[in-house]
């Protein structure tokens, strides 16, 4: 079981705006900054969100991070069909001196 | 810029068996690189990274996930551009895709993992 909890699944329809949460403890989440991952199945994943907001370039400005206390959330927003994917959530853990992941969200798009 | 991983196999639990990274487009020596593995229908797990050899204080050190303490060795091969993984004692929960990736952010913010290799399967199994 993760140390950082994501639901573990997510759905919408074409259009519409998803938030996946992700959280944790004051060790990871509460100091330190999340990242986010997507993974469309049979692929690798693929860098989505670093330092809880930033995006790499190519990633859309329809996909935003946020980060506050011991949660972050991922937002997607004009849900495409492409969007579906499994997501991540990631953060450092200052007492496991790893970086975490979390379980996971798969996201349905209806 | 990419990474090509080889060497998945399928191996006998106890057994040994090295991957390898190959870069291009960028130079590992300069870079953190780490090794992220997923087992079947499962989520991301980091097992271990080895230090840009730029890095002020901790030039070329290892570090590993418990789960692989003492049985995995991460390397490179500077002249090669090239990262390995030696996994020995290998066992059934070692089963998984292996990830090669590249590193960006260690010692400031959360390591983020802004490239990564096609992966590569290792079945351990009898």
């Known amino acids: 079981q993760s140390v950082l909890t994501q639901p573990s699944s997510a759905s919408g329809t074409p259009g519409q705006r998803v938030t996946i949460s992700c959280s944790g403890s004051?060790?990871?989440?509460?100091?330190?900054?999340v990242n986010w991952y997507q993974q469309v199945p049979g692929t690798a994943p693929k860098l989505l969100i670093y330092?809880?907001?930033q995006r790499p370039s190519g990633v859309p400005d329809r996909i935003s991070g946020s980060q506050s206390g011991t949660s972050a959330s991922l937002a997607i927003s004009g849900l495409q069909s492409g969007d579906e994917a499994d997501y991540y959530c990631?953060?450092?853990?200052?007492?496991?001196?790893?970086?975490?992941f979390g379980g996971g969200t798969k996201l349905t798009v209806l | 810029v990419q990474l090509v991983e080889s060497g998945g196999d399928s191996i006998q639990p106890g057994g040994s068996l090295r991957l390898s990274c190959a870069a291009s487009?960028?130079?590992?020596?300069?870079?953190?690189m780490s090794w992220v593995r997923q087992a079947p229908g499962k989520g991301l797990q980091w097992v271990a990274v080895?230090?840009?050899?730029?890095?002020?204080?901790?030039?070329?050190?290892?570090y590993y996930a418990d789960s692989v303490k003492g049985r995995f060795t991460i390397s490179r091969d500077n002249f090669r551009n090239t990262v390995f993984l030696q996994m020995n004692s290998l066992r059934v929960e070692d089963t998984a895709v292996y990830y090669c990736?590249?590193?960006?952010?260690?010692?400031?913010?959360?390591?983020?993992?802004?490239?990564w290799g096609q992966g590569a399967l290792v079945t351990v199994s009898s």
């Open positions: 990736t590249r590193e960006q952010g260690r010692q400031v913010v959360t390591p983020y993992f802004d490239i």
């Open positions: 487009g960028f130079t590992v020596r300069n870079n953190y």
């Open positions: 080895i230090y840009t050899g730029d890095d002020r204080y901790y030039a070329d050190a290892t």
């Open positions: 004051s060790s990871n989440i509460g100091t330190n900054t």
């Open positions: 330092r809880n907001n």
């Open positions: 990631a953060a450092w853990d200052g007492s496991l001196n790893f970086v975490l």
